[in-house]
């Protein structure tokens, strides 16, 4: 699968120069937005084109984005440019923010592998 470099995936969000050298990677540290550095009340790991089915990783896209780190402004950022090109239908949900962990997005053609 062609690996998309975090310029393609990601355009107009800066990454931490820490988060992207050669320790981070050996340590498996995934690139945080810039935000992070100062703002540390909120983060969110984005892990594009993968569908987690009964906890393992099945990338579901011809591309491989890189999982990222993101603060909320940069999250919705990519999530509005994702979900305007995205021509399906979209469920969404206000989680309790006391129990809220994680979200999957699903699209329909993989509802049966993921049992839905």
């Known amino acids: 699968m062609p690996r998309v470099t975090l310029e393609q995936a ?3 969000i800066a990454f931490r120069p820490r988060t992207r050298n050669w320790w981070a990677w050996l ?3 995934p690139p945080e937005c810039v935000h992070l550095e100062t703002e540390q009340g909120w983060m969110a790991a984005l892990v594009p084109d993968t569908l987690y089915l009964r906890g393992k990783a099945a990338r579901r896209s011809l591309t491989q984005r890189p999982e990222v780190s993101l603060c909320r402004a940069c999250l919705v950022g ?3 440019a994702e979900l305007a090109a995205y021509a399906g239908r979209v469920v969404a949900f206000e989680p309790d923010l006391d129990s ?5 997005f699903v699209a ?3 509802f ?3 049992g839905l």
């Open 10 to 12: 990601y355009p107009g």
């Open 108 to 110: 329909g053609p993989d």
């Open 27 to 29: 340590t498996r540290v």
């Open 112 to 114: 049966d592998a993921a």
């Open 78 to 80: 990519v999530l509005e």
């Open 100 to 104: 809220f962990s994680q979200y999957f």
